[in-house]
């Protein structure tokens, strides 16, 4: 892991931190972080925790000498950044890389979780010196990718022997397992992470993969639930239950289109659930899905008009 402050050529501080605004947020943001990782705190005047936290912030990236940067977004002042990545509530802190938001959390959190935060952000951009590990964990996503699980599963296991908090070898362990269909041992897996990496992004989306596992198991046959739908469009559980089924089936856009449209027609229907599950599909892929990024942006057209 890369230790901060090991570089002793820092950059000045108005070189790491800077106030960003819907003028300059895809150059200072989305397009910086395909080169360092950007930080983004997003507050406001009147926020009583934006003032605790927004230092902490600031002192963290400072401590990491040029491994990361931080933005600061004024809600008040910028409001369709905000509502165009769905933040509801500040202090709202999201990590970029590679223009994409790889990591986040919202509200006051303790210093070292500021501290732990800023470091698995740059560890997610690289920041592990650990280059064997990354050369054997990309071999065991592509065994996984080519339907060896169980090799993936042995290869991830391995791994962890010499990196037991190596996120993404947890996260791929738990996947693996679950490609095998044995979804109780992926759970245990997942339950059993260290704290320090129990919330990386790696881990979400296992966790999210999961879920959609064990849905899976109970969803119910396509042909019937298409056709429940187009006899009564407002069968909104129905719906819901086509959209399962076909994510189930591998059908993921289609999966996707069918709880937009069930969130058109009534976002409150059972406390949110269209909402919660199109987030849930999107944890479980990869952030530059074409799938997420389409999915995302519809959502928000949909939440902001």
């Known amino acids: 892991m890369l230790e901060l402050g090991q570089n002793q050529n820092a950059p000045a501080a108005a070189d790491l931190i800077k106030d960003v605004s819907e003028v300059d947020f895809m150059a200072e943001v989305v397009e910086a972080s395909k080169t360092v990782p950007v930080i983004v705190d997003f507050w406001a005047p009147w926020c009583g925790p934006c003032k605790t936290l927004g230092p902490a912030l600031e002192a963290a990236v400072t401590k990491a000498k040029g491994a990361v940067k931080m933005a600061k977004v004024n809600v008040d002042e910028n409001q369709m950044i905000a509502g165009q990545l769905q933040v509801q509530s500040i202090p709202t802190v999201l990590a970029f890389w590679q223009g994409q938001p790889i990591d986040g959390f919202q509200g006051a959190v303790a210093g070292s979780e500021v501290d732990a935060f800023v470091a698995r952000t740059v560890d997610a951009a690289g920041g592990d010196s650990s280059g064997g590990l990354d050369e054997a964990v990309a071999a065991a996503e592509e065994m996984l990718d080519e339907g060896a699980a169980a090799d993936a599963a042995q290869t991830f296991a391995a791994i962890l022997q010499e990196d037991p908090v190596n996120a993404p070898a947890y996260a791929g362990l738990a996947r693996a397992h679950i490609a095998l269909d044995d979804l109780d041992q992926a759970e245990a897996i997942l339950n059993g992470a260290p704290a320090e990496i129990s919330h990386a992004p790696e881990m979400e989306a296992a966790h999210a993969q999961l879920e959609l596992a064990r849905q899976a198991a109970g969803a119910g046959p396509v042909d ?82």
């Not at 909104?236 to 449209?261: I, K, P, Y």
């Not at 849930?280 to 942006?297: E, W």
């Open 224 to 305: 019937d639930l298409k056709a429940a739908v187009e006899a009564d469009p407002d069968n909104l559980q129905a719906r819901f239950d086509l959209a399962q089924a076909l994510h189930a089936n591998g059908q993921t856009e289609q999966a996707v289109d069918e709880l937009l449209e069930l969130f058109r027609r009534d976002r409150e229907w059972n406390d949110g659930a269209a909402k919660q599950q199109l987030f849930t599909i999107f944890d479980a892929l990869k952030p530059n899905d074409p799938v997420v990024l389409n999915g995302r942006r519809k959502l928000s057209s949909m939440i902001f008009v």
